[in-house]
Nanobody
Framework: QVQLVESGGGLVQAGGSLSLSCAAS????????MAWFRQAPGKEREFVAG???NYADSVKGRFTISRDNAKNTVYLQMSSLKPEDTAVYYC????????????????????WGQGTQVTVSS
């Protein structure tokens, strides 16, 4: 049974930092393309970060995606947070590698976590 479980969300003031984790079970992380997406109220789900160095322009230089294959976990380190970063953050996975531009498409991913809320206060 495949499962992705996010953790680490919460409430933080603008300018602060948070680190999200996504633990994968039933999958071998090293064989997967992983990504983070987010969805704010009333908005569509949007790409945040994926692969090893693929970032949305809105988070470039502030967010860092990383992975620990031994722990089967992918991380999203977020710093200099802004109120507009407030959203539910989702971890996504798919088997195999895909081109960077395809990593930004939500429909490219097979597995999704349940999401974790990140709220940035001004």
């Amino acid at each position: 049974q495949v499962q992705l479980v996010e953790s680490g969300g919460g409430l933080v003031q603008a300018g602060g930092s948070l680190s999200l984790s996504c633990a994968a079970s039933g999958l071998i992380l090293s064989s997967l393309t992983m990504a983070w997406f987010r969805q704010a109220p009333g908005k569509e789900r949007e790409f945040v970060a994926g692969g090893s160095t693929n970032y949305a322009d809105s988070v470039k230089g502030r967010f860092t995606i990383s992975r620990d294959n031994a722990k089967n976990t992918v991380y999203l380190q977020m710093s200099s947070l802004k109120p507009e970063d407030t959203a539910v953050y989702y971890c996504a996975a798919r088997a195999g590698s895909i081109w960077s531009h395809l990593q930004r498409r939500a429909d490219m991913y097979t597995y999704w976590g349940q999401g974790t809320q990140v709220t940035v206060s001004s």
